[in-house]
């Protein structure tokens, strides 16, 4: 089983940036889709972004497009989330996840896709 280990979390001001990494050991990253996801106090957990095996597809929830960006490093078993413009609504647990899929399909939002999670790292944007 994988083991998935998120850093890069903390407290910014609003308009500010993060950059958010994943960590990825244990068995198979590189052939394998990745995703972020997100849950904030009292809500239920929700896709914030999503990334092919070759990074040739990636898919953003309409609340963080145009703001966050992600990319992964197969060579280094990584994967990151760039968070720029970062709003108050933003708050929350950010967790990676490793999909048991390798082809890219439309339900990557889909958190059932997704076998193996990290514990999260806790983002919180100030106003």
């Known amino acids: 089983q994988v083991q998935l280990v998120e850093s890069g979390g903390g407290l910014v001001q609003a308009g500010g940036s993060l950059r958010l990494s994943c960590a990825a050991s244990?068995?198979?990253?590189?052939?394998?889709?990745m995703g972020w996801f997100r849950q904030a106090p009292g809500k239920e957990r929700e896709f914030a972004a999503a990334?092919?095996?070759?990074?040739?597809?990636?898919l953003y929830a309409d609340s963080v497009k145009g703001r966050f960006t992600i990319s992964r490093d197969n060579a280094n078993n990584v994967m990151y989330l760039q968070m720029n413009s970062l709003k108050p609504e933003d708050t929350a647990v950010y967790l990676c996840a490793l999909s048991r899929a390798s082809v890219w399909t439309s339900q990557v939002t889909l958190e059932s896709q997704y076998d193996d999670w990290g514990q999260g790292t806790q983002v919180t944007v100030s106003s």
């Open positions: 244990g068995g198979a990253f590189s052939n394998r889709v």
């Open positions: 990334i092919s095996r070759s990074s040739v597809y990636t």
